[in-house]
């Protein structure tokens, strides 16, 4: 399982370096299918919830999240145009502090299980550069991905627990994940209309 949450880091780690619009969303859809297969090295696929979990983590996350985004977005930022967390070497040395102390937090919490200290380590850091990329960013775009990232670092949480929620939660929970993505839909969509165009400065925006 250790090398399933090294690869989900990964996932949330390489674009912030590697700023593009399409490897930011195909790595959310890395992220949701390394979320499913941790549930399975971690639970009993013995009740319909811990199976209902599991559709619902590929479907959603690995699948319709970044194929939906894609859809919506239409024409891609140009290089340049497009950070999940800034440009300068500040703002990306953060994205490593943040990583150090998520594994910090680890070691802490973990309490000399290996997987408790990876698993907590790796959603620790989610759940900081995801705040980081709501926070950092007034891209419509990548704040989105930081709410993803975010929302991921919550699900490890979660998985934490031995036990899968029960049926009738789980299938509350999807339904309200669905709609949040399709709102994040609409919301991309919109947002151009208010925002100005890719490539220019707020003053030429508003000539």
């Known amino acids: 399982m250790t090398n399933l949450l090294i690869l989900d880091m990964a ?3 390489v674009p912030v ?3 593009s619009w399409r490897v930011a969303v195909l790595a959310l859809g890395v992220q949701g299918l390394m979320l499913s297969l941790v549930l399975l090295t971690s639970h009993e696929i013995d009740s319909p919830a811990v199976v209902m979990e599991f559709i619902c983590l590929l479907l959603i996350r690995a699948v319709f999240v970044p194929w939906y985004l894609l859809r919506k977005t239409g024409p891609k930022p140009a290089p340049g145009d ?3 967390v800034g440009t300068t070497l500040g703002e990306r040395s953060l994205v490593l502090l943040l990583l150090a102390c998520g594994f910090g937090a680890g070691l802490v919490m973990g309490r000399g299980d290996t997987r408790e200290v990876a698993q907590i380590s790796t959603a620790a850091s989610s759940l900081l550069i995801g705040m980081l990329m709501i926070a950092n960013q007034r891209q419509p775009a990548a704040q989105l991905i930081g709410l993803f990232t975010f929302e991921g670092g919550v699900t490890l949480v ?3 627990s031995p036990h899968a929620m029960p049926f009738p939660v789980q299938l509350g929970v999807s339904a309200l994940e ?3 993505v399709l709102t994040c839909g ?3 969509t919109r947002f151009p209309e208010m925002a100005p165009p890719l490539g220019t400065n707020e003053r030429e925006g508003t000539r």
């Open 11 to 13: 996932a949330v780690v």
């Open 17 to 19: 370096f590697f700023p």
């Open 82 to 84: 497009f950070s999940l």
């Open 158 to 160: 979660e998985l934490l």
């Open 178 to 180: 669905v709609f949040f």
């Open 186 to 188: 609409q919301y991309l």
